[in-house]
């Protein structure tokens, strides 16, 4: 059973179908026992990062992911917010991270000289595999996703960096560090790309 993890930040309804088109067993819950229960997460997300985090704090859920994640060693997938909450901290607020990837979310920087580039990045973009991970394989293409976002993962340590995409600049579009997964775009949003990756994080 897959867990989407429900901490008030949106976009849970359209996981959870991308879930059941794949074939997945999932449910949404803020419940800690249900969350203690699970054989895989999800920690989805749109809007701010304080936010987030706060309404983690408030839900009692950052000691259950904590031990769930770093303890149980759970797979996680955290999708757009979710992947930045897995990061240190953020340029966006003053809170700490889950601080699980050694990584910063920062702003985007895009030269005033580029007008034609707009934040937040919204919208359909290529995307680089830059190493093998089990969460991207079977494309015979260069995948597509869909992003929306004003911030970006900034890793430490360039091998956590599975996948890179560019909008002025290159950033780091899919993250992994052992069980704890990342991307910046929106799989369940990404059509056959996104399914494939959602199909891949379930047969993990």
Excluded at 42 to 60: C, H, Q, T
Excluded at 101 to 118: E, G, H, M, Q, Y
Aim: some cysteine; proline content about 4%; charged content about 20%.
């Amino acid at each position: 059973m897959i867990t989407i993890v429900d901490y008030g930040m949106g976009n849970i309804g359209s996981v959870y179908n991308m879930l059941k088109k794949v074939g997945a067993s999932a449910i949404i819950s803020s419940d800690p026992v249900e969350i203690l229960r699970a054989e895989k997460l999800i920690l989805p997300g749109v809007g701010a990062f304080d936010n987030g985090m706060r309404n983690l704090s408030e839900l009692g859920l950052i000691e259950v992911l904590n031990d769930k994640v770093l303890n149980g060693k759970t797979h996680i997938l955290g999708i757009c917010l979710g992947a930045q909450l897995l990061t240190n901290k953020s340029e966006e607020g003053i809170l700490p991270g889950l601080g699980w990837l050694d990584a910063d979310t920062v702003r985007f920087s895009i030269p005033s000289s580029n007008k034609c580039l707009k934040i937040p990045h919204m919208g359909w973009n290529e995307t680089v595999i830059r190493r093998e991970n089990p969460l991207l394989c079977g494309f015979e293409d260069q995948p597509r996703f869909y992003f929306v976002h004003s911030y970006y993962l900034k890793c430490n340590n360039s091998e956590d960096v599975i996948a890179t995409s560019t909008h002025g600049i290159e950033f780091a579009a899919a993250v992994n560090r052992l069980n704890i997964w990342g991307t910046q775009f929106h799989p369940e949003k990404s059509h056959m790309f996104g399914m494939n990756v959602i199909r891949n994080f379930c047969t993990l």
